[in-house]
């Protein structure tokens, strides 16, 4: 019931502060020929997907729920059964795995065609021939982003009252599998980590007051990422969204007067997002959010993740002074892995990376029980 936040509308409106703003200029679209350049609010499958439930087989309601947040460019659910199905196994309780905007099922099926894709990567190749991580995986979310930066915040607030929505939902007893006074606990991968803390730090009518949050390769402020991958962006998009984030997003507010609203303190999930993007801003009030909830925080680092350095997740989670006594575990593991795959499916290695695999999701389990 959110999407008409998110940029398409040619009037937006927001209830709680009988705020009215004509569509600025940054939402409208030019490329109609371009099947990447669609009317995002308009987009079906964005706005009406499902969501995948893991729970013990008792017959009883869930009383207990553990929200799963993937990462970023990620497609299918693939990888991610067997960590909701473990954390199930570690916890007892039940997992939600819900996916962000233009993510997953709520995504056209066109912009995964590698055909179609790998078309416009080619041509794009000879526009940026000096570009790095490009890929038919990445061309369509590296082509939307680097068009219209806007789209990462916007995704990132239309993702998060989708879940509230659904927590409220939740209240009203409409799943038949989860009890209506459920309690709420994070799991949070890469990018979703700043949905994750924009949930729990902001806390909605105190719904998740002794909520606990486990990150693993994750917990970094946005400013302090690496993210060009094959698998996530390419170079230009990336130079693109760190000047629209990092060195302008104050311009833009300003001019933006429906972001600036939402990103304002008149909606506090909007300012905790934001405190999130930009190592230098918004600082105290970051690092007190992280010391008031430290003792519901736990994170897990890769010595070895280039794309979110552990060494990032420190310095963001234990702040500037570091005194801030958030528990990070610095692990790495025997084998060849990487930011977005730390458990590789490779018969010669299957033995060690099993044996990691269980060995990390019973740390992250045991914190979240």
Not at 80 to 89: G, R, V
Not at 121 to 140: C, D, L, R
Not at 280 to 294: G, Q, T
Request: charged share 25%; hydrophobic share 35%; proline share 4%.
């Amino acid at each position: 019931e959110n999407k008409n936040i998110i940029p398409g509308e040619d009037v937006y409106t927001c209830s709680t502060h009988n705020f009215t703003q004509k569509a600025p200029a940054t939402h409208i679209w030019t490329d109609k020929d371009s099947i990447l350049d669609v009317v995002d609010s308009h987009v079906t499958e964005n706005s009406e997907f499902r969501f995948h439930v893991f729970k013990p087989n008792d017959g009883e309601k869930a009383k207990q729920v553990i929200l799963l947040l993937h990462g970023f460019n990620e497609k299918n659910w693939t990888k991610y059964f067997p960590w909701a199905y473990q954390l199930m196994k570690e916890t007892g309780k039940a997992v939600i795995l819900f996916p962000m905007t233009f993510h997953m099922n709520r995504a056209l099926p066109q912009w995964s065609d590698p055909r179609l894709m790998t078309e416009l990567q080619n041509e794009h190749k000879k526009k940026y021939p000096n570009i790095i991580g490009s890929s038919f995986v990445n061309i369509a979310i590296s082509t939307r982003l680097r068009v219209k930066p806007q789209r990462f915040i916007w995704s990132g607030l239309l993702t998060y009252y989708d879940i509230m929505q659904m927590v409220e939902e939740i209240k009203e007893d409409t799943y038949d599998c989860i009890s209506h006074n459920a309690t709420y606990d994070f799991f949070a991968y890469s990018i979703g980590g700043l949905l994750a803390q924009t949930l729990m730090l902001s806390n909605h009518n105190h719904y998740f007051d002794n909520a606990k949050m486990a990150l693993f390769c994750s917990g970094s402020v946005f400013s302090r990422l690496t993210p060009v991958c094959k698998f996530i962006m390419d170079s230009e998009t990336e130079q693109t969204l760190y000047r629209f984030i990092i060195g302008y997003l104050d311009v833009h507010i300003q001019n933006d007067k429906w972001m600036g609203h939402f990103l304002s303190e008149n909606h506090s999930e909007g300012f905790t997002f934001m405190s999130l993007l930009n190592y230098n801003k918004l600082m105290d009030y970051r690092e007190n959010l992280f010391r008031n909830a430290h003792d519901r925080i736990y994170a897990i680092a890769l010595e070895k993740d280039f794309i979110i350095p552990y060494y990032e997740v420190v310095n963001t989670l234990h702040g500037r002074k570091k005194d801030i006594p958030i528990t990070v575990d610095i692990d790495d593991f025997p084998y060849n892995y990487k930011h977005e795959d730390p458990f590789p499916m490779k018969d010669s290695i299957k033995v060690e990376v099993n044996r990691h695999f269980i060995a990390t999701f019973r740390k992250l389990g045991s914190f979240l029980k």
